[in-house]
């Protein structure tokens, strides 16, 4: 906030908070690009940051890629009640039924609205790549952004690893058929179905 917001938040006037950073007493938290002082809330009512904490609720998040996965889902969805219970936290789960390289699925975005939104102090998944595929890093550079806490429960190789891959990587083949086959190439035909045929054969394996 600027010197005037700062100011009215405390009570007392711009100079003053000029003087106690003279002082040391209150130092701006930065300055911007043509020098003006700016204030963190935390830094000058921290109590406010932490009542607005209190009122942020954790967000646990499961994810699978297909029907036949649904005991899947179950297990993790489980999994994300007993560790937020046993925290104490207050807590919603949000669950997808999905590719990992759907940006567009229902629960997720609704997990972003509400990080967006100021919702959400801490987001739980069981593995990274429950949450995205590809992308993750992304919705946790949000998270920072946004001062949202992340916890990946596990960080060893999600068991459903290259079952879900499997599954991404025949989306991904089937949006570029789309695309190549309307180049009529019979070249183009039978590299995707040499592609799909390699996929689905990783998937059954």
């Known amino acids: 906030m600027t010197v005037a917001e700062a100011a009215e938040l405390l009570g007392v006037s711009g100079n003053t908070l000029r003087r ?24 000058i009512r921290p ?14 998040y499961a ?3 297909s029907h036949d996965q649904k005991d899947d889902l179950d297990r993790q969805k489980k999994m994300l009640e007993m560790f937020c219970s046993a925290n104490g ?8 039924l999905g590719s990992g ?16 939104e100021g919702q959400v102090g801490r987001l739980v998944v069981t593995h990274k790549d429950r949450l995205l595929r590809f992308g993750a890093e992304l919705v946790f ?6 001062q949202v806490e992340v916890l990946i429960m596990n960080q060893g190789e999600d068991t459903t690893f290259e ?3 499997a599954k991404d990587v025949l989306e991904i083949i089937t949006v570029f058929s789309a695309r190549l ?25």
């Open 20 to 43: 106690w950073e003279r002082e040391g007493r209150l130092m701006p938290d930065e300055r911007t690009a043509g020098n003006q002082r700016r204030y963190r809330l935390s830094s």
């Open 47 to 60: 109590e406010m940051v932490r009542n607005q904490d209190r009122k942020r609720k954790t967000l646990a």
């Open 63 to 65: 994810r699978v890629s």
């Open 89 to 96: 936290w207050q807590f919603e789960v949000i669950s997808d």
């Open 101 to 116: 390289m759907n940006y567009r699925k229902k629960g997720l975005k609704k997990l972003l609205e509400m990080i967006l």
């Open 141 to 146: 550079s949000i998270c920072e952004a946004k």
């Open 163 to 165: 079952e879900d891959l």
């Open 181 to 205: 086959y309307g180049t009529r190439s019979h070249k183009n035909k039978k590299l995707i179905d040499q592609m799909k045929k390699a996929a689905e054969d990783a998937d059954r394996s």
